[in-house]
């Protein structure tokens, strides 16, 4: 029997010294402000905690499409409003803001319509250290009312609202632009400075938002000095594109049917065409004029004139819009056409359409 | 009698090995270290170069005169260290090949860093020079544009590849 161990002792001792040999080898978070109602007031978690509980189960879908579903627990905004005698429902607008500078305005219709939860839980358990000391979830609102981190909400006079004279087309006004390479994840685009972009078109405005339109009808108020650092991609996916290096990704607006600054529109006709019916006269197919004037809000004249880029212009009669068709001719130029008037009303290079007051 | 002397010198002798083994240190090469070598290269592990983020350190010898050396080097990552492979040639003193090894990155964020084309934007750097991260596009060759979106991710792979190659220029030239 001693035999017998002995015998099958240096197997034993082999196994363990390759075992041995192989291991060897392998080898001030907890607030945030609200301002806008005189002094800033400073919220901690823990008076969140002492207000009514509210628990919902939410599905989050980023910008990719990806989808989350995670259960939020925390406080109404009306709740806490209500603290300092102040409605939700009173608001004409608020701004989220987050530690990272991402920010967001939440409009009157959603004040008035939604629950917005200042959330201190996410599946039962505390936020996630560099997520605290709130999480917002507005359920039925886009993912991008959805903030991390947040550290203030700014009460907001209404959203600014302007008349619209003047609609230029991106198109055509990007040629007289710098255009540089943008790497947007693996592909190489062209874009232009937004900043460059304004100072070319000549506009100017007092106006501290400039609002974003897109094609899936996202309707975005940005901060006029974020917007005029930032770049608009003009090709390759999503384009054109509002971003930045510099900006949280959630702040980037995608497929850009338009933007309004101070009083001018300044449209995407690729877009348009994706969003508005088009409408075939011959053989050119485009948008009729009448529906994307109506699209970008321009106010309504007698007459409108039409500018080309070299400086040709044509006016044309309010009557005659509906006619009218604006299109990419052949050569991928912005071109007009009125099935009712001369040749010469053909603007190509379609730069901007004004009303003529 | 003889049976028990016989297992003793049995004993003894797997003993002296495994000291031999130890003192020699010779190891089970992981398969990451592996994978990348063709036939007829071997690898020295060099745990003297193995320094601060640099965890593992790897002379690649063979056919003929083609050498390298692999690092793995853990860089900071949004969400906590990522794991990286940096195998630099010699003579070339170029990057050769980079391997995500291990990372917790957010998916559609950092995560990005799993799909190919941000790590080949590696392949084929200079050693001798510092890698500076860019976010528009690349100008010039010592430049490496950012995942959109995921700067810091991004900075911390430039900075585990950028300790890689100080490495390599540092101390373990002068080992070949």
Known sequence: ?357 | MCLIRKGLVIIIIFLIAFVVLQVLQIEKIPDYISGLLSPGQQVERLKHYETGQIKEVYLVKGNGNQQGFIQIVNCPGYNGSIEILVKINFPEKKLSEIRLLNHNETPNYGGYIEEGWFLERFVGKKAEQELVLVKLSQQSAEEVVAITGATITSQGVLTGVNQAFENFNNFLLDRL
Do not use: H
């Not at chain 1, 991106?170 to 062209?190: F, K, M, N, P, R």
């Not at chain 1, 309707?219 to 770049?231: C, H, L, N, V």
């Not at chain 1, 190509?348 to 003529?356: G, H, S």
């Open chain 1, 1 to 357: 029997m001693k035999m017998l161990r002995l015998r099958f002792l240096p197997v034993v001792l082999l196994v363990l010294m390759i075992t041995a040999v192989s291991t060897t080898v392998l080898a001030d978070s907890d607030s945030m402000i609200i301002s806008g109602f005189g002094e800033e007031i400073k919220i901690t978690v823990a008076e969140v905690k002492e207000l009514p509980v509210i628990e919902k189960t939410v599905v989050s879908v980023n910008s990719a499409g990806n989808k989350k579903e995670f259960t939020i627990t925390g406080a109404l905004l009306a709740d806490l409003l209500k603290q300092y005698g102040k409605s939700q429902q009173n608001l004409k607008a608020i701004r989220l803001i987050a530690g990272d500078g991402y920010e967001i305005d939440v409009d009157q219709s959603i004040l008035q319509q939604r629950d917005i939860i200042i959330g201190y839980l996410i599946d039962g358990k505390p936020i996630k250290e560099k997520y605290q000391p709130f999480r917002v979830v507005i359920p039925e609102e886009r993912a991008m009312y959805w903030l991390k981190n947040l550290i203030k909400i700014e009460v907001l006079d209404l959203a600014e609202t302007v008349e619209i004279d003047k609609v230029y087309f991106l198109e055509t006004a990007i040629s007289e632009v710098e255009q540089l390479d943008y790497t947007y994840y693996d592909s190489v685009d062209q874009a232009v400075k937004v900043a460059e972009l304004i100072e070319k078109l000549g506009i100017s405005t007092d106006l501290r938002t400039v609002r974003m339109l897109a094609s899936d009808g996202l309707d975005k108020d940005e901060e006029r000095d974020i917007f005029a650092g930032g770049y608009l991609k003009i090709s390759g996916d999503y384009a054109p594109m509002f971003l930045s290096p510099d900006l949280p990704k959630g702040m980037f607006v995608k497929d850009l049917l338009l933007f309004n600054y101070g009083q001018n529109a300044i449209c995407s006709l690729n877009n348009m065409l994706k969003t508005l019916n088009q409408v075939t006269v011959g053989d050119i197919t485009g948008v009729n004029i009448a529906d994307l004037l109506s699209q970008t809000g321009l106010t309504t004249a007698e007459q409108y004139r039409f500018k080309a880029i070299d400086g040709y212009a044509v006016e044309v009669a309010a009557t005659e819009l509906d006619n009218g068709i604006i299109y990419f001719d052949q050569k991928g130029r912005v071109r007009t056409f009125f099935a009712n008037l001369p040749k010469n009303y053909s603007v190509k290079y379609l730069y901007l359409i004004e009303a003529v007051q």
